[in-house]
């Protein structure tokens, strides 16, 4: 493994922590960082990923109700269409409505 120096300043309370929890995990302080750094990135990709797979998962099912609400609209409106009679034509004397108005009676 390559490795790579790097000095932190530390509080000196935290320093002490970090060496504590260090010592009785029996890891040096670098080992416990690489550690705790390592599995949290592993952890944070394991949870990106499994948040993903359901993202994906309900895609695919919202996509399939959208197909599904398509197609059963799309099959009403052909059984509406099927079922539905042609309009009567309107008898010849209620195609021309007698004049409503006063005025319209004087032109008529």
Partial sequence: MKTARMILLL???LKDDITARAR???VSVAELVRSQFSARDTEEEKQLSAIARQITAALKQG???VDESAAAVAAMLATCAANAKPAAKP???ARKAA???RFERARA
Wanted: proline share 20%.
């Fill in 99 to 101: 004049p409503a108005t």
């Fill in 91 to 93: 008898a010849a004397s």
């Fill in 11 to 13: 509080p000196p309370d």
């Fill in 63 to 65: 996509s399939k109700a």
């Fill in 24 to 26: 009785s995990e029996g």
